[in-house]
């Protein structure tokens, strides 16, 4: 049943009031302190690191920490942690707090089999009392609030989101995320917003926000997300890479504002200055590397992108980029 009573009070979270309801998701090799900072600067009211390796934190891994920056500009982001076992992630959960994130996530929700394996992600959705133990763990172990992302279930015949999200929440978790598929579903099909609605009725009493995840594609369907399942917030994961303007576009709309358009001058500055962000934490080697995946994402869909994306593949420094960035701001490729 539609909502269609879009809130205009943008969500509070442990006791912070977002700028808005949209967020962008965690997402592994791309949510990183550079691609974060845009999408804030572009309007995203909160921005998730990738999924952090717990048991990495607890032991000290100096390259793990690299996944922690936080760019100068980015006022407030969000950690996501994954892992099996109680007492590291409350370890993790201690040593993170250090970089003041608003909230502290755990995965519950990555299908990749190497994290199956060891237990973690969405594995942790076939034990909810694990994912309640492990949620205690990590509030006891900090006072940075703790919220949890979660799929539907492991497989269509075991749907228990709303047992797991109980657990979390009576452990202490301040909000839930849903990515409305099951572990078996990977990232195919479609995202069963009912269930996000189901959620957010369900976790209403508790006054506990529910965000939802799945398919909110661009800035109408993030908006479309919010009326249809009453959810406290949206989260953006493939709708905002190489689009970091979703953010600006769905703020305006839930603002009651047209739409802002970017030229291509525009997305090229602000593709420029993702690079230049990128090679402040990484280095201008890994950053070009990095940055051709980036590249092939902002000129997807534009006229002339598929030579762009030639061009771009070759570059392995900032003035080779430099280059074809000047190009497509003036349209000449
Ligand atoms: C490349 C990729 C990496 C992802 N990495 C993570 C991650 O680190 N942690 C997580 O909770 N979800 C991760 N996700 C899932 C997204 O956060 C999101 O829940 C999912 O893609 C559905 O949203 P969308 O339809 O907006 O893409 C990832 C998704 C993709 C496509």
């Not at 006791?15 to 808005?20: I, M, Q």
């Not at 309640?132 to 497989?155: E, Q």
């Not at 047209?258 to 997305?267: H, R, Y």
Request: hydrophobic share 45%; charged share 20%; with cysteine.
């Amino acid at each position: 049943m539609p909502h269609n009573d879009i809130s205009r009070e943008a969500p509070a979270l442990a006791g912070v009031r977002l700028r808005s309801p949209f967020f962008l998701a965690p997402i592994a090799g791309y949510s990183d302190a550079a691609f974060r900072s845009i999408c804030w600067e572009l309007g995203a009211a909160l921005c998730y690191t990738e999924m952090v390796s717990a048991e990495a934190m607890a032991r000290g891994n100096e390259r793990t920490k690299v996944l922690l920056a936080r760019d100068e500009s980015e006022e407030r982001y969000a950690i996501q942690l994954f892992g099996a076992k109680p007492e590291t992630l409350g370890r993790a959960a201690a040593i993170v707090a250090a970089w003041k994130p608003l909230v502290i996530d755990l995965n519950c929700g990555c299908p990749v089999p190497k994290i199956i394996k060891a237990g973690s992600g969405s594995a942790l959705l076939r034990d909810p009392a694990l994912i309640g133990r492990i949620v205690a763990a990590m509030r006891d172990s900090t006072d940075v609030p703790m919220t949890v992302k979660i799929r539907l279930g492991w497989d269509e015949a075991s749907i228990n989101y709303l047992e797991t999200a109980d657990a979390a929440v009576k452990a202490g978790a301040s909000a839930v995320t849903l990515h409305a598929r099951t572990r078996a579903q990977g990232y195919s099909g479609t995202a069963d917003w009912s269930a996000i609605a189901a959620l957010a009725k369900a976790l209403a009493p508790a006054g506990v926000p529910v965000f939802g995840s799945g398919d909110a594609a661009s800035a109408p369907g993030a908006f479309r997300m919010l009326g249809e399942t009453g959810c406290a917030g949206v989260m953006i994961a493939r709708g905002a890479m190489g689009n970091p303007f979703v953010f600006a576009e769905a703020q305006a709309m839930w603002e009651g504002q047209p739409a802002p358009a970017f030229s291509e001058a525009e997305v090229a500055a602000i593709a420029a200055r993702h690079l230049e962000r990128s090679v402040r934490y990484m280095g201008e080697r890994t950053a070009c590397v990095e940055f051709r995946k980036h590249l092939c994402a902002y000129t997807k869909g534009r006229p002339g992108g598929a030579a762009l994306r030639e061009r771009a593949v070759h570059c392995s420094t900032v003035a080779e980029f430099g280059a074809v960035l000047d190009d497509f701001a003036s349209g000449r490729y």
